[in-house]
């Protein structure tokens, strides 16, 4: 059973940097795609990040191109996603989802999920 833990959420000021961690379990990571998701209050889930664990290749959404970078340390299972330049915009819930094969920006496509971890931005 594939398990995802996020954690390194928290308060920060406007332009502050945060860094999430999403720890895996149970499974081969070696062809994965690994995506970081994002809920404001009210609103629908959004994509904002992923990376193919095969080919180490990321994916950002235009909203975080430039602030955040998604990245992986294979040894450990896990996946990082290091947010800088955080604005009152980026507060939310953070979610890391996983399945297996290709990257996708639509969260039907990964079945495992982790709990979340939320992020908050003050001005």
């Known amino acids: 059973q594939v398990q995802l833990v996020e954690s390194g959420g928290g308060s920060v000021q406007a332009g502050g940097s945060l860094r999430l961690s999403c720890a895996a379990s149970g499974y081969d990571n070696s062809r994965y795609c690994v995506g970081w998701f994002r809920q404001h209050p009210g609103k629908a889930r959004e994509w904002v990040a992923s990376?193919?664990?095969?080919?180490?290749?990321?994916y950002y959404a235009d909203s975080v191109k430039g602030r955040f970078t998604i990245s992986q340390d294979i040894a450990k299972n896990t996946v990082y996603l290091q947010m800088n330049s955080l604005n009152p915009e980026d507060t939310a819930m953070y979610y890391c989802?996983?399945?297996?094969?290709?990257?996708?920006?639509?969260?039907?496509?990964?079945?495992?999920w982790g709990q979340g971890t939320q992020v908050t931005v003050s001005s």
């Open positions: 989802a996983t399945d297996r094969g290709y990257c996708y920006t639509v969260e039907e496509k990964y079945t495992y």
């Open positions: 990376i193919y664990t095969a080919l180490r290749d990321t």
